[in-house]
């Protein structure tokens, strides 16, 4: 399945990634996350977005966490929970063979994102609704229809985490995997402004802070601060249905101790300083504090369905 999905990308001429580019561009420019938000350049989040490189990645991380869950990804029904642009949808069939569904909504600030990804769809012949218009809060599939729920830096952004959760849940089949990766607001770095973040800091004291660093602090209004205490919170509407298989510390910790991590948007800015606490000999330290207070990030929640 792999090797004709190989084919049948080698055989597709590439998309106008600078029409794409241009579509996202001015999305994020006139939401005012480029400059409100971030100080990476428009040009580099916008080649982030569309990197295939990136969505490989992701795909390869999929594989790995599924295969430690003893779920074969390649023979898995997947379903991502925010698919952005679709290039982990649009990658992961035509590229991988997988077979792997999505869903993103067209409303507000991420009416830029499903246009790219309506039209990736169209440029690879992909059906129209491998990513749906939908949201998290009310997943358009029926119960028990898939092995693998999967997203990745989406549940900060939804409306309501937890409905979301309560909704991959449902369409997960038992034994199946749910996965998903969110930013860790119990740790010390904030992606989307590309700073170091106070764990747990109160959305009150965050949007003073980030006022700090010449940033938006309406933004913040539009983040759901997860950590730690808030999946066990979740976990304790379900009793009995989840077996927890990971939380992200063996990942987190290899990256820190390899510096093995991209340079994706504002990571770069995380690299340096990591690198700094290398050479300041405060690595060990740092691991040993960061294990006993759950300073893993993202947290990369990983659970069985019973």
């Known amino acids: 399945m792999a090797e004709a999905a190989a084919g049948q990308e080698s055989s597709i001429a590439p998309p106008d990634w600078a ?7 001015r999305g994020y420019i006139d939401s005012g996350f480029i400059g409100g938000v971030t100080r990476v350049p428009v040009e580099d989040v916008v080649r982030d977005m569309l990197s295939e490189a990136r969505a490989d990645e992701q795909v390869a991380e ?7 869950a003893g779920v074969d990804a390649d023979k898995a029904r997947i379903l991502e929970v925010g698919s952005g ?13 997988l077979d792997i569904h999505g869903i993103e909504p067209s409303m507000g600030e991420y009416s830029s994102t499903l246009d790219v990804c309506r039209r990736l769809i169209g440029h690879y012949g992909l059906p129209a ?3 749906r218009d939908a949201t998290g809060e ?6 028990a229809s898939f092995d693998i729920v999967y997203s990745s830096n989406v549940l900060e952004h939804v409306g309501d985490p937890a409905a979301v959760l309560d909704e991959a849940l449902r369409v997960l089949k038992p034994g199946g995997l749910l996965l998903i990766v ?3 607001y119990g740790s010390w770095w904030e992606g989307h402004y590309g700073i170091l973040w106070l764990p747990r800091m109160p959305a009150g004291l965050a949007k003073l802070y980030v006022r700090l660093f010449g940033r938006d602090p309406s933004y913040v209004d539009t983040l759901n601060l997860i950590d730690r205490p808030w999946f066990d919170r979740w976990l304790g509407r379900h009793p009995g249905r ?27 800015v995380a690299k340096r300083i990591v690198t700094f606490v290398h050479r300041s000999g ?4 740092a691991i040993w504090l960061a294990r006993r207070l759950h300073w893993e990030t993202p947290i990369i929640f990983a659970a069985r369905k019973r």
Do not use: K, Y
């Open 282 to 285: 405060l690595l060990e330290p």
């Open 138 to 143: 009310a997943i358009p599939f029926a119960d």
């Open 19 to 25: 029409e794409l580019g241009r579509l996202l561009s």
């Open 85 to 97: 642009c679709g290039m982990t949808v649009v990658r992961g069939r035509t590229a991988h063979g």
């Open 242 to 268: 989840l077996e927890v298989l990971d939380w992200g510390w063996g990942v987190f910790e290899q990256r820190l101790r390899t510096l093995g991590f991209g340079d994706w948007a504002a990571l770069s």
């Open 129 to 131: 609704d491998a990513v």
């Open 62 to 68: 999929l594989r790995r966490t599924a295969a430690a």
């Open 182 to 184: 969110v930013p860790n």
